[in-house]
């Protein structure tokens, strides 16, 4: 397990500049989190890195099953080079269960219609300790950062650090650890495409 340090070298189990990870604090909360991801039953991996001993990230498979039809979404938790923190990009394949045919889900329109959640879904599936973001708006398609020639959506990060904020009751001395940061984190943006853990 990758130990996050202090200029000193002292090792933390926060991160150095909450809320905003290196790719080493990263890569620790990535491997400390898919445990958790496990135990609530989500199918899901590491993305190992180019680089020694790290990780890119995790990939979520969830299924969402209607009457009809259903969306097999991909997830991967990323971090974003440009804000230092993590972002959710995914992919969604909707098939019709009367034909058998499948569609990769490509219109921002049919993943508001097939893949996010409803608000009402979004209430069951959250921990209701931990502030909603609505993804209205914040979903915009782009190519995956590990992946090219997949296209994918993503939740913008913009709101992120201010919501992590507002998680950690005292910004001078961050509670939220390597240990629970993705797991908080989840806990906001991942109802969104059906992704909730269990407590």
């Known amino acids: ?6 200029p ?30 496990h135990h609530s039953g989500i199918t899901s991996r590491l993305l190992p890195s180019t680089e020694k001993d790290l990780f890119d990230g995790i990939e979520v498979t969830t299924v969402r099953e209607h009457h009809a039809f259903t969306v097999i979404t991909k997830a991967f938790v990323l971090l974003s080079p440009i804000y230092s923190l993590p972002v959710l990009y995914f992919s969604s394949t909707y098939t019709n269960l009367q034909t058998g045919e499948s569609t990769p889900i490509t219109l921002v ?20 300790t931990i502030p909603a973001v609505s993804a209205s708006g914040a979903i915009s398609q782009c190519e995956h950062p590990l992946y090219h020639d997949l296209l994918c959506f993503y939740i913008h990060p ?5 919501v992590m904020n507002t998680l950690n009751a005292d910004p001078e001395k961050p509670g939220i650890t390597l240990q629970s940061y993705l797991a908080l984190w989840i806990g906001v943006v991942g109802p969104t495409v059906g992704i909730a853990i269990r407590e």
Do not use: W
């Open 8 to 37: 000193d070298g002292i090792p933390t189990e926060h991160a150095i500049n909450f809320p905003f990870l290196t790719l080493a604090e990263f890569s620790e909360a990535c491997e400390r989190f898919l445990p958790r991801l």
């Open 1 to 6: 397990m990758i130990q996050s340090s202090v």
């Open 158 to 162: 913009c709101r992120t650090s201010d």
């Open 109 to 128: 329109e049919d993943v508001y219609r097939y893949v996010v959640a409803s608000p009402s879904q979004i209430s069951i599936l959250k921990n209701p």
